[in-house]
């Protein structure tokens, strides 16, 4: 027997985890930082829809505690580490942005965990995230990061900083966010296939 679950109610958060050590080492190994981003909006796409697949599976009381506990700690690989990495390979690397970076990083495991207190409840219907999902860094910063190509580079490295902060700020603030439902997984889903093509087609 092996540690942990292993049925299809968790397979699209453990390729999620999967896709994002993928982004990590091309962020840190190749300078195709067009094929990370990809990366980290496909980890986005697993993590949208894999409370959708879970809940279509039977489960006991153990495997929903077990789905919740792992959902956050693949995040924290797929939308705390990756972005990271993709930051460095970006060109951040002042002295300074280590310190952008650790804001970054303590702002996104505290509202994990503080994500994981408030839905201990497995079955409690979560209509609001309190503070900004870890998650919307996947379409945040792609969609950003196509700015440093119309702009000046030392111009669009500033911006860059300043969202990362804003980012990291927000996700920590105690603010309702609607969470996604019908049609919104849907537009969530396109706007991400759309931008991986993008990145893909033109940018590769």
Not at 49 to 67: I, N, P, Q
Not at 132 to 153: R, W
Not at 192 to 201: D, F, M, P
Request: proline residues 3%; contains cysteine; hydrophobic residues 55%.
């Amino acid at each position: 027997m092996l540690v942990g679950k292993w049925n299809r109610s968790v397979i699209l958060t453990y390729a999620g985890m999967v896709i994002s050590v993928l982004g990590i080492f091309l962020a840190l190994t190749t300078d195709k930082i067009n094929y990370a981003f990809c990366c980290l909006m496909i980890a986005g796409i697993c993590d949208l829809f894999d409370g959708m697949v879970a809940r279509r599976c039977k489960r006991t009381d153990e495997e929903k505690l077990f789905g919740i506990e792992l959902d956050s700690i693949v995040d924290t690989v797929s939308f705390v580490a990756l972005p990271v990495c993709i930051f460095i390979a970006s060109g951040l690397t002042a002295i300074w942005d280590v310190l952008i970076f650790i804001l970054f990083a303590l702002a996104g495991v505290a509202r994990l965990a503080y994500f994981n207190i408030d839905t201990a409840d497995s079955n409690k219907a979560v209509k609001y995230y309190i503070g900004l999902p870890v998650t919307y860094t996947a379409l945040i910063f792609p969609l950003i990061y196509l700015l440093s190509f119309p702009l000046e580079a030392g111009i669009f490295m500033w911006i860059y900083r300043a969202v990362i902060v804003l980012v990291s700020v927000f996700e920590m603030l105690k603010i309702n966010v609607p969470k996604p439902r019908g049609i919104w997984y849907g537009i969530f889903g396109v706007l991400a296939i759309v931008l991986v093509t993008v990145y893909l087609s033109f940018l590769g």
